[in-house]
């Protein structure tokens, strides 16, 4: 009977080679990134800036114009309206400024009557909108530094630099992209963001341990002295994670997908954000994480062999 | 060595006992979750407390602010209102599923300070004269709708309308007030108006010794049964803003939680079909598990009075990936130790055992995360954290120890033994000779 099996770990990849073509494209995304966010900026929705959002739905096809007249009605101008749904039977309209608590009720009391369907109004002030950025700003960094602190004291430091760089750079890349579709970043946005660093996290950490583990098997037997006997490891253990990373962000991605197709409009961009978020912590866990670790593990190595050695020399 | 059927027969008892459980159960537990207002529809608002005239807000004032605002909820009738005291100086509010968001919207943030002035406004009783729960609404001899309410004291009334009656007019009226504001509001600007900002300014006919008095002015009978609701649940003791509202209509809300309910259930079949795919034997039994999962977090999740929103039902379904993860890990493992060429009982207990070490700390640092957000998150983040704290750690149980439980009952009763495929291993992998 055929049995599916990726079988990475017999396979003869070498994933440790091109590394410095991946540093390069791991920059070049960075880059581009903070190109994309210099220029075109984040949109932030209401719920980091101020103003009101009205969410609305009818039983027929909606219009811009006829969003603009039914508004015109009740004597208020959206700023912007977009239309969505399968036929454009749901639609939602924002406003720069909070509105007023009668103005919010005239409106749910008239799209009640012309549509059939109570909306959805939520108003934010600016001085809410604020703290809820800086705050979930605060807690991203905390939410990291808790991370790196825990890696740090289970593994070794350099392994919580390394998975830290590549949380961050999966984080960025989320939020690069959010910048160059210029989707709404909201609360929802924020959860995502954290859940993506959750599963980096998880991921670099599952192939960190499988180095650890390999290395002090090698250890018993010889000493690690140069840089190719650490490569191997690091590309064994890859090899050896490999399907499992594989099976775990198929899996997850099958949840984000059809959470991102099939889901309601209202957390549509918390799973796309979930979505690219996967593809971004893969390949850092497959192609930068490790490689990174790699690097700077080697390095420190031979700082200590050089450092006895002086004073080993001394009369 | 035989095949221990005992074994299997645990398995399938275990099984069977766990389907009738969850299908005669689920039902219930599916019931019982509180939804949050995105997915029933209903109203936030999350209000500022403004300091009074010294500029202090003490805890008191937030204290008897939130039991007002609660009385005032109860009397809309709402199933599972929640007030919440944030920060120092806010309250939010949340109405699931409330019919009337109007009238929501406008009995919570009423001030209801009524208040008796001359036509100098100057003060003459406030709502703190008021006995407690004595205002009713009815109609007067004119049929005309009033609201009735009892003063503490009868004396003091007297006192004052006996005062007034010797004043000429306009001088002898008594201008009763709701949220008379000093800055906006005297007697004689509004006397000239069609609609006065005041209630009603009767003249006083005689000294009244009594402790019950009624108010005119009302337009309709609800007006005034609205008022003395009001009245009746207590005045705010300091001014409120909104600074933050979120109103839910109803079908959207359904809308949301059936779209999203749908595609969590595609997302989990298709995840519980692949793993069957892939791994098999293992496949079943994580299939398995992973339904006790959900379950198990729907149960927890009720126990703790979480309430589930949009992203919770996503950091739901985002567990269960958790929990195939700690799956995946497992199997990957056993596979390897079996491909080595240990027997399946000693892969097994291997593989258990190396994932389990990995499983922790992977999980340790999602929780870490969750932690923070529920810490520093606001009201829907923190759903969201809530959510996924209890699916890591229910995800351990059954992930972890339901799944080799399961697994075990298999392994030992030694019916598995070089039945390779039903692991997903091809057999000319095998290592030979360990």
Avoid: C
């Avoid at chain 1, 910048?179 to 963001?193: D, H, M, R, T």
């Avoid at chain 2, 406008?106 to 009524?114: C, G, V, Y």
């Avoid at chain 2, 004043?167 to 004689?188: A, C, G, K, R």
């Amino acid at each position: 009977m055929f049995a599916v099996d990726f079988k990475f770990a017999d396979k003869n990849i070498d994933l440790i080679k091109p590394r410095k073509s991946f540093f390069a494209f791991t920059i070049l995304v960075v880059l581009a990134g903070a190109i994309l966010l210099s220029t075109f900026g984040l949109n932030l929705g209401i719920d980091f800036s101020s103003g009101t959002r009205v969410d609305f739905m009818a039983d027929e096809p909606l219009t811009e114009e006829e969003i603009e007249n039914e508004f015109a009605e009740i004597g208020l101008a959206p700023d912007d309206i977009t239309l969505a749904g399968d036929d454009n039977e749901q639609a939602s309209a924002q406003f720069i400024g909070a509105l007023e608590q009668e103005e919010v009720t005239d409106l749910q009391v008239h799209f009640d009557e012309v549509f059939g369907f109570e909306p959805n109004v939520s108003t934010v002030s600016p001085q809410i909108g604020r703290e809820l950025a800086i705050n979930s700003l605060i807690a991203t960094g905390l939410a990291s530094l808790g991370i790196v602190i825990y890696v740090a004291i289970r593994f070794e430091f350099l392994y919580g630099l390394a998975a830290i760089t590549a949380l961050l750079y999966d984080a960025f890349f989320v939020i690069s992209v959010f910048s160059l579709l210029q989707l709404e970043i909201n609360i929802p946005f924020i959860a995502a963001v954290l859940t993506v660093i959750g599963y980096s996290i998880n991921d670099t950490i599952v192939t960190f341990d499988r180095i650890r583990e390999n290395v002090s098997k090698e250890e018993e037997e010889r000493d690690i002295e140069n840089f190719e006997q650490l490569a191997g490891i690091v590309n064994k253990s890859l090899l050896q994670t490999l399907t499992r990373s594989l099976n775990t962000v198929l899996t997850v991605l099958f949840a984000a997908v059809a959470i991102w197709l099939l889901g309601s409009e209202a957390i549509t961009s918390f799973a796309f954000a979930i979505v690219l978020g996967l593809i971004a912590g893969t390949y850092s866990s497959l192609f930068f994480a490790a490689q990174l670790w790699l690097v700077w593990k080697n390095k420190a190595i031979k700082r200590q062999q050089n450092k006895p050695a002086p004073e080993a020399e001394q009369p | 060595m035989g095949t221990k059927w005992g074994r299997i027969g645990a398995f399938f008892a275990i099984v069977i006992a766990l389907g009738v459980l969850i299908s005669q159960t689920a039902f219930d537990v599916a019931r019982s979750t509180n939804l949050g207002l995105d997915l029933q529809g209903g109203f936030e608002v999350l209000y500022e407390l403004e300091p009074d005239d010294e500029g202090e807000l003490t805890e008191d004032d937030i204290e008897a602010t939130a039991s007002a605002l609660n009385e005032r909820v109860d009397v809309l009738g709402v199933s599972e209102p929640s007030i919440t005291v944030e920060g120092e100086d806010r309250i939010r509010v949340q109405l699931p599923g409330v019919e009337d968001q109007e009238e929501a919207r406008e009995l919570l943030s009423t001030e209801a300070n009524l208040s008796f002035r001359t036509v100098d406004d100057e003060l003459l009783l406030s709502g703190e004269d008021l006995e407690q729960g004595g205002a009713s609404a009815g109609f007067n001899d004119a049929n005309q709708p009033i609201v009735q309410v009892t003063l503490q004291d009868g004396e003091a009334f007297g006192d004052i309308t006996s005062e007034l009656y010797e004043n000429t007019p306009p001088e002898d009226s008594l201008v009763i007030w709701l949220d008379y504001d000093e800055d906006e509001h005297s007697f004689y600007d509004e006397i000239g108006e069609a609609d006065p900002a005041f209630l009603s300014a009767p003249s006083v006919p005689q000294p009244l010794y009594t402790e019950d008095v009624s108010i005119e002015g009302m337009e309709s009978l609800e007006e005034a049964e609205f008022l003395a609701e009001m009245l009746n649940a207590g005045s705010l003791p300091v001014q409120i803003e909104e600074v933050y509202s979120n109103a839910v209509g109803a079908s959207l809300g359904e809308q949301a939680l059936e779209q999203t309910l749908f595609a969590g259930m595609i997302g989990v079949a298709l995840i519980l079909a692949y793993m069957v795919a892939y791994y098999r034997f293992m496949g079943v039994i994580a299939a398995i598990t992973l339904s006790v999962y959900i379950y198990l977090v729907m149960i927890l999740f009720n126990s703790i009075q979480g309430v589930l929103t949009l992203p919770g039902i996503a950091a739901l379904i985002l567990g269960v990936g958790m929990a195939v993860d700690a799956n995946i890990l497992t199997y990957e493992r056993i596979k390897e130790e079996i491909k080595q060429g240990r027997s399946m009982r000693s892969a097994y207990r291997l593989g258990s055992r190396r994932a389990l070490g990995t499983i922790i700390d992977a999980n340790i640092t999602t929780i870490i995360a969750a932690a923070v957000l529920f810490y520093f998150g606001t009201s829907a983040v923190q759903g969201f954290a809530v959510m996924l704290i209890v699916s890591i750690l229910t995800s351990f149980i059954t992930a972890v120890y339901g799944s080799r439980l399961l697994l075990g009952l298999w392994i030992n009763s030694r019916s598995l033994n070089r039945k390779y495929w039903l692991f997903g291993v091809k057999e000319r992998d095998v290592r030979r000779g360990l």
